[in-house]
């Protein structure tokens, strides 16, 4: 078997590639919105239909991080594996961290297809890292895929996760806004008693619904809104004229100014091991809550220098550092080895929900508390404020609930038998 060390290495690059290639785009979706997608189809693209079809494809890659996940725990020696998480987990921001400034000068420099060419090549270099070094698992479950459970799953989700992240265009009340979202509730609720009748489900509910799964899902929601408000609102800040009220950087010198809370991440991984090791990731997630709202709450009182917004973006590393790699852990010690790569997935589903909900709320609040300037609508102070209130309001949340998940393993969780 390969060195653990290298397992782990290889299996970071994969997040770190994954969350390198969703935000190499962040630049040109002024230009082209639906621009995320699969690299080599969304390269040699001339019009938008392939970039869509890339995208479909491309979001396959959501899921390195929750299999990168379950292989670390069936392979791995069992006082690595939360140190292993915690710097897995941090990839998610050293990948956003590297992938800003480079998009930006890519796109300032160049042709935008060349994203896409490079996220191609990492691709296969990740690809082929893979197949050398991690090993089979040591873990095999036997059974039949449910391929109806995943096809009500997908739909489901896709109604909600559409209703909200276009209920501010097509308008909260309007019919296509109350079918997506309600018809997806509906199918999740079909999905769920199908599921729970199975004897080889997609997902086992009955480990879901375990207290510390279900208030960590929970919580996953609110942290994920917390981050995605910072991303929403710091950049547009940055980036606005200063006649407008905001500090005129070029695509650049912003990107270089939110890129350390990525950074931020990858130094405290380490450290989030060793303490999660010592007393617990219940209390790791409530200093990540914690540093949250400090973050937003630092910035209702100052954002009136360049500086004020770093300093709120290092405090935002912070809390989404401790924060994320404490839910791995949390879902990891509370299912059982063969619910751990579904587990982590789900709970990816639901940062997905919260940054959904953080994208079209915050965008909404930025575009109706607006003022027109040279024929362009521009956020008014008050806008961003209201935003940093918001992403206070879903850190609060997020600690609220930490302070309930219970701080034991559970008793279900077992480690596979590895080789020590």
Known sequence: MPRQGAIVAVLSVAGLASSFMFTLVVPIQSKLPELLGSSIIAAVSPGIVGVIVGRALQGAVTGVVPLGISIMRDVLHEDRVDAAIAFMSATLGVGGAIGMPVSAIITETSDWHVLFWMSAGLGVIVFALVIWIIPPSVLRTAGRFDYIG????????????????????????????????????????????????????????????????????????AVGFSLFASNVSYPQMLELPAAAGGFGLSLLQASLIVMPSGLVMM?????????????????????????????????????????????????????????YAAMLMLIMRSVPPTETGASNGLNALFRSLGTSTAAALVGAVLAAMSVTRDGIAVPTPAAFQTS?????????????????????????????????
């Open 388 to 420: 940093f209130a918001l992403g206070i309001g879903a850190a609060a949340v997020a600690l609220a609930i930490a302070l309930f998940i219970p701080r034991r393993r559970d008793p279900h969780e077992a480690h596979p038998s590895l080789p020590h």
């Open 267 to 323: 130094v405290l991984s380490p450290f989030s091991g060793r303490l999660a090791r010592t007393v617990g990731p219940q209390l790791l997630l409530v200093l990540g809550a914690a540093a949250l709202i400090v973050a937003y709450g630092y910035s209702l009182l100052f954002a009136s220098e360049v500086w004020h917004i770093l300093v709120a973006n290092l405090l935002i590393g912070v809390g989404i550092g401790f924060g």
């Open 150 to 221: 995943a096809a009500g799953l997908a739909v489901g989700l896709t109604g909600v996760l559409l209703a909200i992240s276009r209920g501010n265009e097509w308008g909260w009340a309007s019919p296509a806004t109350l079918a997506c979202g309600l018809g997806g509730i509906a199918v999740l609720l079909v999905w769920g008693w199908y599921e729970l009748r199975l004897s080889e489900p997609l997902l086992d509910l009955r480990v879901a619904a375990r207290p510390a799964v279900l208030l960590t899902n929970l919580a996953s929601v």
